[in-house]
Structures are given as structure tokens and as C-alpha cells.
């Protein structure tokens, strides 16, 4: 019982965790694949920058002598993702639009974008140092224990982990009203399907480019912040997270929101239990097996993990390229 | 058709000549300016590694400039092939010949040769009269079946050798020997990458090849068994004689004259296959896929076709700057000074012309050494001033983050470059039939 604890607590809940992460990005990179056609690589670092910008706002608001019951970084978390949101619209205005009017090959908007993350990377380590930083600036974070019966090993859960939870939960509905509901929300599908059908029907792209980079950018930033209090805000993550993403864009399918956080989901999951190191659910039916149980017995070794989303990127791309949710191929 | 198209492509007219000789001339400026400033041994150092890096943007200007493929996994190929180069030419660890180990790496490769022949067995199931879905039962089942087998074998095999005798060692053949291995091997690994992304559109091999080249990356940090990982391995041979009893300058410049021999032969090849009837129809595939293809063209073997040939300059010019430095060491590879500098190099030289690859790598590379220094100072007067103006306490990482700055400069050189001059300094000369 206390290993299959261990296995919830490293296993399930650690893949939901960064699930959910690569979930909120991924929804902003098939916005921005499906309607602006290429693949922003700016993203992952669009999520360290807002973490810094909470991490920023969190201690003016320290200064000013604050409190509440919830940590400053989180309550900070909201105007950095408006202002993400803005500076994403920049980033919009003043490198991709002039490509996009120019009539650039969308490639050369992906070009554009390696750059912005180039630029985005030297800004960041420039002014925030390479050393980690704890994000619970206030406080400690609180970690709550939940006690299964016959088991003395509790299931815990953190703060950070169950803000997550939260947010994640209450964005899915929004972007579904949002998405299905509201003018704006369907007139960003309508372009997502054919630019130029929408184009011809009166939608006002411009306010579609709008909303993709505000929800993009804004759900950037609150990855970025959120992961950042789970575990520490890293100024290097950068490929590393932004691998993740892209698998999980594609194998959700192209523009396809749900599919992005489906996609999320199966990644992160994928990445932890694949990771975790099985021999420990097999000890406890030990004498029912007929072979020894390896000391480690995890399917890829940890420092692999990245090989993880790339493998299934990889199976996606040879079997079902259109994704789970049947999205576009490009 | 043949006869006609080879005799037009002497005649580039006369402005574009003057031109590269413009461009040129002015490159041999800065060359005689670093020279003078920084003295010969230094500024042969730098001429060296500027052609390593020429062949490296050769190699993207095969891949962007004719055929419009967005490879951001240079640094993979890069450390494939100084990997497989340095395994080759790296002399012998008698240790592990005595140790049981070879016997384990032959039962390996014959592991591996057997796992791929069973996983294209499986796929090929359907020419038996397996229905679809049971043929991807049995895909999938072959594939987890040899997983765990090589990785089985992998672990024992790892643990094994690291025991015994630390590391394979090299095999001791000439350093050129090596340099041909690390060509082959970034094809093979471009072959099977492009086998996957290559029919989708570009952006796919665009995430592909940044993955790869940090799953490589990976690899080689923590393959110890293989390449000693983060130990690094020094000093590796060079194809002439090493500066090691102190002639800086005449060895530095022997190698020069070997990595400008090849370049050149790189680059006539280049020169011809650019003109030539085959080169035509690239051009014509990156221009317009679809009538191309209507033409009668294999879009997708002829794209696969050129990103592996790219790749090959990749893992040769990537063997030669490490073997430069006389040190292997995985964890200097880094995205920045591996894909971005030669994709910078590639984009403001003027992508699909040769000469620029060649003027951008040069011209850029020197930049690039001259820009630590720079950026060093100009932080130090900022921190200076500071200091005294307004009493500003400097971090005291000041001189990583300082450096960090190259980055920034790197990311904006490349949207200034496309927005404001999108074809770069020496544009890819235009047709004229």
C-alpha cells in the first residue's frame, strides 16, 4: 500500500503535474500554429519571462507592505499575464506582422521567432542571472497530506500543485465557453479552418491575431509562473520545455485546443511513468514473480526524459500525423 | 538541354562580380586588421576555425539556400560526427581489447542489425496477408520487444566496460579516415530523420532536428562507455603535425591550409551541382513544390536526397573544429555557437549563394571572437560608472552575464537581417535563361 502511495504521489500526481503545464502552453502554440501557421518558438521562453514579471510584481507588492492568504507571486501572476499578454502582442506587431505583410514564407516566420527567443534568452539571463530562484517569496509553501487508510505514507500535495489543479480546471471551461460561445471565440475557429473563407465572411482578422496572442501569451505566463512555484524558477529551461510542448500540439492534432491539452496530459504522463521506477509496485508481489526484480527498473533512465515526448512526437509524425484530435497537417 | 544549361553558367554579369570582389576585399581588410591587432598566431587560430565554420555553412546553404529546409539541429550533427571522428582516429585503449567488452559491442551491433530487420519485417507483415490492424499489433509488439532488448543490453554493456577499462577508446586510424566516418554518420542520421519529416511541411523538421540534436547531446554526456562523457578526451590527433612543441604558427597554419583545401573542394562541387541540370531542379522544388512535382519530380527522395548531402559538411566541418581544439568535450555543445552562429552566418552572407556562406562565415565568425572582448568591456565601463554615479552594486556574475548579451545580439541580428535584408550581403544570383 505505501508503494502504490510512493507510485501516486511520483508517478500520477508528478505527471498531471507537468501535464497540466505543458497543457496551458500547448493550448497557446496550436492558437498561434492554426491561425498564424507556424510554429512559435518563442513560447517557452515567453513562459520564463512572465515568471519573472510575477516574480517582479510579487515584490513590488512585498514593498508595499501587502498581505493576503494567498502567496504574493500567485496574486502577482495576474497582471504578469496581462502584461505578457501585452508584450506578446508587441512581439507580434513588431517582428511577425511586417514578415506576414511582406508575404514571408511561413518558415521564415519560424526564423523570426527562433530570433525573438534568442533575444528573449539573453534579456532574461542578462537581468535575472542563470541561478534558480524560489518563487514563495513570502512564506513557505504549504504542503498538504492526505492519509489513506492502512498506509502510513500520506499522498501530498503542495500549494503551487493544487493552484494548478485549479487554474488548469477552470481554463479548460473558459476556453470552451470562450471557443464555443462568443463571437470572437468563433470567429478565431472560423480563421483557424480557412483564413480566407473568414476573411471573406467579415471577420476582422486583425482582432483574431489579437485574441490568439493575448490568450497565448496570458496562459504562457501563468505556465511559466505556476512551474515555476512548484519547483523553482529556472532561466534556462527554455528547449527543454518547449520540446515537451511542441509534442503535445502535435499529437493533440494541429489547432485543435483540446487537443493541445489532451496532448499535454498523455506527454507529462508518458515523461513521468516512464521515468518511474517500477521495481517498486512489483516488491511487494515479489514472491508471486518468478524472475528478481532489478534494483531500477524504469523504462527510460531520468537524464533520457527528454527522449520521452520526442519518441512519441516521432510516432505521432510516422502513424497519425493530423494528431489525436484529426488537426491539420501543414 | 544538358549542353546548353552547362555553358550558360559561366556567365554571371559583370556586376555581380565586381560585387563579391567588393565584398571580398573588404573581408581581406578586416582579416589583415585582426592580423595586425592581434598578432599571427592568434589570428590564424581564428582564420582556422572560420573555415570549419564556412564548411558548416556550406552545409546549411545546401539545405536552406537550395531547398529551403529549416535544419535547427546543427549542433547534433556537429557533435555526431566529432564523436564518431574522434572514436575513429582517438588511439587505442589496450584495456578494453583485452577486456570481454569488444565481444559485447559486436553482440550489440548484431543485436541492433536484428531488431531493425524484425521492425521492417513487421511492417512490411501486410505482404503475408496480416490485416492492418493486426500488423500494427505486431509493429507494436516488435518495437517494445526490442527495446527492452537493446536496452538490457545497453545497461550491461555500459556498466561492463566502464568497469573493466573505463572506456572503448579510439581505434588509432588517420585523422582524415575520421574525418570521412564523421561525414557518414551525420548522413545516416540525417537519412532517418528526414525519412520521418520530410513528406510534412517544414516546421516539423524544424522541432525534429532541435530534438535530435539535444537527444544527441544527451547521449553523448552521459554514454561514458563510449566517449568517456563529461570527462572529455584530449588531445586529439591532428592530420598534421600538433603545435606540440611549441611552432604555434606553422602548425596552425598547415591545418588552415588543410580545412581551406577542403572548403574549396567543397566548394567547387558546389559550385558545379548549383548550375547543373540537378541543382535547376532543387531550386525549382524549394521555389514551387507543386509544379515541380508536376513535372514529373519525386518531391520528398529529392528533398531527403539534399538533407542528408547537408549534413555531411556538417559532420566533417563539426570533426575538424573539434579536432582544432584538440579537445572533445559534450558539454560545449551548445545550441548558440553550433546552429544559431551558422544560421546567422548562412543569412547575412546571403542564403543559396556559396560565396556567401563562405564571405558570412568568415565575416561573422570574427564578429563573434571580437564581440567577448567587446561586451566584456563595455559591461566593465557600465559597472565602472555605475559604481561611481550612483554607487550601483554589480552582480558579481557580471562577466557570464556579460556574455550572455551574445546571445541577445545573435537573436536580433537574425529578424534584422530578415526583415531589412532578407536575400543578405551577397544575394543567390538570379537566373537568367
Sequence with gaps: MNDFIFFINNGLIAGLIIGSIYALGAVGVTLVFGILRFAHFAHG??????????????????????????????IGMFPAMVITALIAIGFDRVFYKPLREAGARPIVLVMASLGVTLMLQGVIRLFGGVSARNMFIDRPKEIFQFHVPGAHRPIVLTEPEVILFIFTAVTVVALHYFLTRTRLGKAMRAVSDNPDLARITGINT??????????????????????????????DLSWNILLPI?????????????????????????????????AILLRP??????????????????????????????????YRPTGIFKGRVL | MVQSALSEKNAPPAAEWRRDLLAFAALAIIVLVVFVSQGAVYSVRVMAEAGCYALLALGLTIQWGYAGMFNIGIMGFLAAGAASSMLISFPANPKFWASPGPMLIVVFIAKLVACGVAIWLANKA???????????????????????????HMTRMSHEIESTSGWIGGLGLPVLVGWAVAGVVAAIIAWAVGKICLGLRSDYLAIATLGIAAIIKTFLKNADWLTRGTLTVSPLPWPVPTPANGHFILARSLYLSVVVVIMVLLYLLLQRAYYAPWGRMMRAI????????????????????????????????????????????????????????????????????????????????????????????????????????????????????????????????????????????????????
Design chain 1, 45 to 74: 521562453d515567453i513562459m520564463t519571462m512572465g515568471a519573472f514579471f510575477s516574480l517582479i510584481i510579487a515584490y513590488l507588492l512585498q514593498a508595499a507592505g501587502f498581505h493576503s492568504i494567498f502567496a504574493l507571486v500567485f
Design chain 1, 206 to 235: 486583425e482582432h483574431v491575431v489579437w485574441a490568439t496572442w493575448i490568450i497565448g501569451g496570458a496562459l504562457a505566463c501563468a505556465a511559466g509562473t505556476l512551474l515555476s512555484m512548484d519547483v523553482a524558477l529556472k532561466p
Design chain 1, 246 to 278: 511542441f509534442a503535445a500540439t502535435i499529437v493533440g492534432g494541429i489547432g485543435q485546443p483540446y487537443g493541445a491539452i489532451a496532448g499535454g496530459f498523455l506527454v507529462g504522463l508518458c515523461e513521468s511513468l516512464s521515468v518511474f521506477n517500477w
Design chain 1, 285 to 318: 508481489i515479489k514472491p508471486l514473480l518468478w524472475f528478481d526484480i532489478p534494483s531500477s527498473l524504469a523504462i527510460v533512465p531520468t537524464q533520457y526524459k527528454l527522449m520521452v515526448p520526442f519518441v512519441i512526437l516521432i510516432i505521432v509524425l510516422i
Design chain 2, 126 to 152: 501486410e505482404r503475408i496477408g496480416i490485416s492492418r490492424r493486426l500488423k500494427g499489433v505486431l509493429v507494436t509488439l516488435v518495437l517494445i520487444a526490442s527495446f527492452i532488448v537493446i536496452s538490457r
Design chain 2, 286 to 433: 524549394r521555389d514551387n513544390e507543386d509544379a515541380a512535382e508536376a513535372m514529373g519530380k519525386d518531391v520528398t527522395k529529392r528533398r531527403l536526397q539534399i538533407f542528408v548531402l547537408g549534413c555531411i559538411p556538417m559532420g566533417v566541418g563539426g570533426a575538424m573544429l573539434i579536432h582544432f581544439a584538440q579537445i572533445y568535450d559534450p558539454s560545449a555543445f551548445v545550441d548558440l555557437n553550433y546552429t544559431f552562429l551558422i544560421w546567422v552566418m548562412v543569412i547575412v552572407g546571403g542564403a543559396g549563394n556559396n560565396r556567401g556562406a563562405i564571405f558570412g562565415a568568415v565575416f561573422v565568425y570574427i564578429v563573434w571572437t571580437v564581440s567577448a572582448p567587446i561586451a566584456l568591456w563595455l559591461f566593465h565601463l557600465v559597472a565602472y560608472y555605475g559604481h561611481q554615479w550612483v554607487g550601483w552594486q554589480p552582480p558579481s556574475d557580471l562577466d557570464s552575464r556579460a556574455l550572455e548579451m551574445r546571445v541577445f545580439v545573435v537573436g536580433l541580428a537574425i529578424t534584422l537581417v530578415l526583415r531589412y535584408a532578407p536575400r543578405g550581403v551577397l544575394p543567390e544570383p538570379q537566373a537568367r535563361h
